[in-house]
């Protein structure tokens, strides 16, 4: 088998059942700060067996609250704009967070916040083996490909990026960098090449490799 070569991977409702059993885990992670300030972890929404992986930033306040990731202003302007390019959030993706806890006051999440809540993102990545990832915002993209490239310079341009799987093989994912939605609730403009326009561009883009992958 070719290092890159994806493993047979687990059935879905094996995906939902170890997800589930991580889940628990996170859920009485105690391992930086951000546990002593959160209502509650939040660890994913969507499909398990996705070929598309969301990563965003961590949660927010309704996040928090409710337990799932971008159920927000933001999160529902993403889930919308997807929509319109015919990415169905619930059959279409599977969404989570570099860090699973919520940072006090939305600040960004620290460096050692980002590698303290690693271990999860990569275990959520093992599992899931996405073909597709839409690094949502400047700090998903710090977060996994450790750079610290603007993201006006990156976003819409395609990545490798290497998983390893639950099997302990390499399996290569398309990474793709995006404008975070609360850049775009704050640039409502869809004039030709401004963000919103281009973040439309970009997920037409992952639509149609979506397809070719159905
Ligand atoms: S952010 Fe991650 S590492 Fe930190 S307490 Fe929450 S689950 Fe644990």
Not at 18 to 24: E, G, H, Q, V, Y
């Amino acid at each position: 088998m070719s290092i890159l070569t994806p493993p047979v991977a687990p059935t879905l409702q094996d995906n939902h059942e170890i997800l589930d059993t991580l889940a628990n885990r996170v859920s009485q992670c105690t391992q930086c700060k951000l546990a002593a300030s959160r209502i509650q972890t939040v660890f994913y929404d969507g499909n398990p067996n996705a070929r598309l992986m969301l990563i965003g930033e961590a949660p927010g306040q309704q996040e928090d609250e409710q337990g799932h990731p971008f159920v927000g202003r933001s999160g529902q302007l993403l889930t919308q704009m997807m929509a319109s390019v015919g990415i169905d959030r619930k059959r279409d993706t599977y969404i989570c967070n570099i860090v699973k806890c919520r940072p006090p006051g939305n600040r960004k999440p620290e460096a050692d916040e980002m590698m303290a809540c690693s271990g999860f993102l990569q275990a959520q990545l093992s599992i899931v083996q996405p073909a597709m990832i839409l690094l949502v915002g400047s700090t998903a993209v710090q977060g996994i490909l450790k750079i610290q490239q603007g993201i006006t310079k990156i976003r819409g341009k395609w990545v490798d990026y290497l998983i390893n799987t639950t099997g302990n093989q390499m399996t290569v994912a398309q990474a793709m960098p995006i404008f975070h939605p609360a850049y775009l609730l704050r640039n409502a403009s869809m004039q030709e090449n401004s963000p919103k326009w281009l973040t439309l561009q970009d997920l037409k883009a992952v639509s149609e490799k979506l397809k070719s992958l159905r």
